[in-house]
């Protein structure tokens, strides 16, 4: 029990080291990723673009209004009818109001499919979101277990050189033999590169943790452990819930419905056209009759039907390609339903397996405590090498690593099976 209170020392002093520098939780770099990360802003600005794509496709439904104004500068030349009284200027102002009455249902199609649009805008924001949820939870978890075998590795460096440093008195009181020492030596000379490896490896998994969620500070430390948290999750249950919240599986609902107006539009060409206009104009008398009013207005009314006929089979082509992609919407819905439903399965049985493997490694790291500890006991009543020694330290390390990293699997096992679920952000 000794070794493990001097393991969690060590990591209690990297949480103090850790007080001259920012220190965020996970809910902090939650925050900040969502708030920061390029995807989360690039599916933020889709979705403006499908409230502006929507306000478009309104007023295809509404009335157009426009007003003109003309105006003319006559020579007044040319003319037989030209005289000293005639008007070199003409003005004239015309507004126009026109309103589709029927156009087979494209408009009220194009308004569906802007809906369409942006609700898959907002399930691919929530998509994006989900990821990198589930990616800060990754790298969070990475950064503990990087620092846990930080600390691992630099107990056993510490236990070897005091063992090294007693081998060496020993030795000098000859007490010892001269491959005591020098096995202390080579032990402790071999276990140093792994403690340089473990503070690389810590500090490469905290930079691109910096990356993942645009943190300005170049120095930071996290706070949190590895710890072991029970998760009563129901694979039965979460197979259903999947179905209903998984962003992509949304998304791709509103593809199907997005491809399935686009059809309707399509068939929508086969259809005739019938727009209401009026036109009213104010004008000044025509410039070469002088007799006539200062301003005069007219206003006219018109109904039009348009019906294409025949169009060489342009419409036939578009209906028959907005229905081939309508099927493939559908197909990739169905597909994706499958690889959903296996991505839960593998996360829970990753879950499971990592519960396992918490459960005989921390039994194997209480063995291998109590085995150093009966091989150092022995060692100093010369009853043993310190070849036995080191190689019941390095089993111990080798069972520290392994419990330290099944609880980082199991911590990422929950977060898969969430992020598979849909329920990631719940």
């Given at each position: 029990?000794?070794c493990?209170?001097?393991?969690?020392?060590l990591l209690a002093l990297?949480?103090?080291?850790?007080?001259?520098?920012?220190v965020?939780?996970?809910?902090?770099c939650?925050r900040?990723?969502?708030?920061r990360a390029?995807?989360?802003q690039n599916?933020a600005?889709?979705?403006?673009?499908?409230?502006a794509?929507m306000?478009?496709a309104r007023s295809?439904?509404?009335p157009?209004?426009?007003l003109?104004?003309?105006?003319?500068?006559?020579?007044?030349?040319?003319?037989s009818?030209?005289?000293?009284d005639?008007?070199r200027?003409?003005?004239s102002?015309?507004?126009?109001?026109?309103q589709?009455?029927?156009?087979?249902?494209?408009v009220?199609?194009?308004?569906r499919?802007?809906g369409?649009?942006r609700?898959?805008?907002a399930e691919?924001?929530?998509?994006?979101?989900?990821?990198?949820?589930?990616n800060?939870?990754?790298?969070?978890?990475r950064?503990?277990l990087a620092?846990?075998?930080?600390?691992?590795q630099?107990?056993?460096v510490?236990?070897?050189?005091?063992f090294?440093?007693?081998?060496?008195?020993k030795y000098?009181a000859?007490?010892?033999?001269e491959?005591?020492?020098?096995t202390?030596?080579?032990?402790?000379?071999?276990e140093k590169?792994?403690f340089?490896?473990a503070?690389?490896?810590?500090?490469?998994a905290?930079?691109a943790f910096r990356?993942?969620i645009?943190?300005d500070e170049?120095?930071?430390?996290?706070d949190?452990?590895l710890?072991?948290q029970?998760?009563d999750?129901?694979?039965?249950t979460?197979q259903?819930t999947?179905v209903?919240s998984?962003?992509e599986?949304?998304?791709?609902?509103n593809t199907?419905?997005l491809?399935?107006?686009?059809?309707n539009s399509?068939?929508?060409?086969?259809?005739p056209?019938?727009?209401?206009?009026a036109?009213?104009?104010?004008e000044?008398?025509?410039?070469?009759?002088?007799?006539?009013d200062?301003?005069?207005?007219?206003w006219?009314?018109?109904?039009?039907?348009?019906?294409?006929?025949?169009?060489?089979?342009s419409?036939?082509g578009e209906?028959?390609?907005?229905?081939?992609?309508?099927?493939?919407?559908?197909?990739?819905?169905?597909?994706?339903?499958?690889a959903?439903?296996?991505e839960?399965t593998?996360?829970?049985?990753?879950l499971?397996?990592?519960?396992?493997?918490?459960?005989?490694?921390?039994e194997t790291?209480?063995?291998?405590?109590k085995?150093?500890e009966?091989a150092?006991?022995?060692y100093?009543?010369?009853?043993?090498?310190?070849?036995?020694f080191t190689?019941s330290?390095?089993s111990?390390n080798?069972?520290?690593?392994?419990?330290?990293q099944?609880?980082?699997k199991?911590?990422?096992a929950?977060?898969?099976?969430?992020?598979?679920?849909g329920?990631l952000?719940?």
């Amino acid at each position: 029990m000794k070794c493990r209170t001097q393991l969690f020392g060590l990591l209690a002093l990297l949480a103090l080291q850790a007080q001259a520098e920012s220190v965020y939780t996970l809910d902090d770099c939650i925050r900040i990723g969502l708030k920061r990360a390029v995807p989360v802003q690039n599916a933020a600005r889709d979705q403006e673009i499908a409230e502006a794509t929507m306000k478009k496709a309104r007023s295809g439904a509404l009335p157009q209004i426009n007003l003109s104004a003309t105006y003319t500068r006559n020579d007044g030349t040319g003319s037989s009818f030209v005289t000293n009284d005639v008007l070199r200027d003409s003005y004239s102002a015309t507004a126009s109001v026109s309103q589709k009455i029927y156009d087979g249902g494209k408009v009220f199609s194009a308004i569906r499919a802007a809906g369409a649009y942006r609700g898959l805008t907002a399930e691919a924001r929530a998509q994006q979101e989900a990821a990198l949820v589930r990616n800060i939870h990754f790298g969070f978890n990475r950064i503990l277990l990087a620092q846990s075998t930080v600390a691992v590795q630099e107990a056993s460096v510490q236990q070897l050189e005091d063992f090294a440093d007693q081998a060496k008195q020993k030795y000098d009181a000859g007490t010892a033999s001269e491959f005591d020492r020098l096995t202390a030596q080579v032990r402790l000379a071999n276990e140093k590169p792994k403690f340089i490896e473990a503070r690389n490896a810590l500090a490469i998994a905290k930079e691109a943790f910096r990356n993942l969620i645009v943190l300005d500070e170049k120095e930071f430390q996290i706070d949190g452990q590895l710890d072991y948290q029970p998760a009563d999750l129901d694979p039965v249950t979460l197979q259903s819930t999947a179905v209903a919240s998984r962003p992509e599986l949304l998304v791709q609902e509103n593809t199907i419905a997005l491809r399935r107006e686009d059809l309707n539009s399509a068939w929508g060409g086969y259809k005739p056209t019938v727009t209401a206009s009026a036109y009213y104009t104010r004008e000044n008398p025509d410039r070469y009759d002088s007799t006539r009013d200062q301003w005069e207005n007219h206003w006219q009314a018109d109904v039009t039907a348009a019906w294409k006929l025949f169009d060489g089979g342009s419409r036939r082509g578009e209906v028959l390609t907005k229905g081939l992609e309508l099927a493939k919407a559908q197909a990739d819905r169905d597909n994706l339903l499958r690889a959903v439903s296996l991505e839960v399965t593998q996360a829970w049985l990753d879950l499971t397996a990592a519960r396992e493997t918490i459960a005989g490694a921390t039994e194997t790291v209480t063995l291998a405590e109590k085995a150093l500890e009966i091989a150092k006991t022995r060692y100093d009543a010369g009853l043993s090498t310190y070849l036995e020694f080191t190689d019941s330290n390095l089993s111990l390390n080798t069972a520290r690593l392994t419990w330290f990293q099944a609880l980082e699997k199991h911590r990422n096992a929950v977060t898969q099976l969430k992020y598979a679920a849909g329920i990631l952000g719940e």
